[in-house]
């Protein structure tokens, strides 16, 4: 089993940055896919961003040309860099990995997941 920690949530105003962590250990072969999703209070678990072994990556609608996922399959983590940071991000974010196949967007083709972090984006 993946053990999967997320880092770099915070408070940020409107327009501005943060920049996701989540790091990786334990695993015995890499996933083909990595992903983020995230969940705001009272709302599923949504797809946000995923990338390939070999950097191919993929959005949601609402984060695409903001978002930027990425993973340094060396150190095993993954990124993501958020700009233009809006107050309907505000969610906790989290890390999946162990894509079992499927849908990439689906949170049910993922066996691990972080703890999550905290993104909070005021107006």
């Known amino acids: 089993q993946v053990q999967l920690v997320e880092s770099g949530g915070g408070l940020v105003q409107a327009g501005g940055s943060l920049r996701l962590s989540c790091a990786a250990s334990?695993?015995?072969?890499?996933?083909?896919?990595m992903a983020w999703f995230r969940q705001a209070p009272g709302k599923e678990r949504e797809f946000v961003a995923v990338v390939n072994w070999n950097g191919t990556d993929l959005y949601a609608d609402s984060v695409r040309a903001r978002f930027t996922i990425s993973r340094d399959n060396a150190n095993d983590a993954l990124f993501l860099q958020m700009n233009s940071l809006k107050p309907e991000d505000t969610a906790v974010y989290f890390c999946?990995?162990?894509?079992?196949?499927?849908?990439?967007?689906?949170?049910?083709?993922?066996?691990?997941w972080g703890q999550g972090t905290q993104v909070t984006v005021s107006s």
């Open positions: 999946a990995d162990s894509w079992r196949g499927g849908a990439y967007n689906n949170v049910q083709q993922y066996a691990s």
């Open positions: 334990g695993r015995t072969f890499s996933s083909y896919f």
